[in-house]
């Protein structure tokens, strides 16, 4: 039987379009940046990004009568081995009005090799009970059930309590955090046991269009490596292509001797 922490972390190597991509975020940085010197007559404005992509829950709603479909492509691979994972996350947003938000998201569709199909399906609410002033604080309520296809199903109903907290630095810095208090179990003969998740993100604007994020995440007895705790971190942009549309590229990868050998997303927001 091999054990996961018998994986050396030094032997994990990126493959080579892994390094293009982190070299694109750079370029887009760097164009942000040339942008930025050009707008640097007017007042400096925090990046107005409503996106939940691709780790973190905001606490910011969708907007008055609005719904938002967000949608990532997502590569990672193991460090146990197994073959390159490919995913198609998608997450429904709406607005139900008085600070409540409906929320539907998925894996989607995964393809682990062999394997091909459909991820569970979680929905749930937001609430945005706190937002009169500069500082933002939601919980969010999901319930995700084994609904995928064979290879890709949970073997639980898995509810998840989420509080987030968002608030802006400075005119140009932000930050944001999520604790998530879960129940999940390993296969249908185990008892449930306590998941707890956190997360952080640092968020520097370019301008208004661009913001660079800094992420680092916790995950307690976390159930996709076998009830070990683990700790990742990930750097991205986001950039906004219009009012309605929201662009995102990030790369990142466990620090722990389980978990995400590396994980690159990218990925839209359309607001309706």
Known sequence: MNNKFDVPITNARAPRYLTLILSGIIVLCTFASAQ???ERKEPATIFQGVSD??????????????QMVEVDFRISRDRDGSPIEFRLPVLYRLNTGNGWEFRMQSNFLSYQDPNLGFSDLSAGFKWNFDNRGEAHWS???????????????GSSVDPTVTLVFEHPLSSRWNFLSNLSLGMTKDDPGRDYYVTLGAGAQLGYALNSKTQLNAIVLLNGRD??????????????VSRALSEHVQFSLTAGRSFSAT??????????SRRF
């Open 223 to 236: 159930a996709e490596v076998g009830g070990i705790t683990t700790i990742g971190g990930a750097l991205g």
């Open 139 to 153: 919980v969010a309520g999901t319930l995700e059930v084994p609904s995928g296809s064979a290879g890709f199903a």
């Open 259 to 268: 978990g995400d050998d590396y994980q690159v997303i990218t990925g839209i």
């Open 36 to 38: 930025e010197k050009e």
């Open 53 to 66: 992509r691709p780790f973190l829950i905001r606490a910011r709603e969708v907007q008055r009568d609005r």
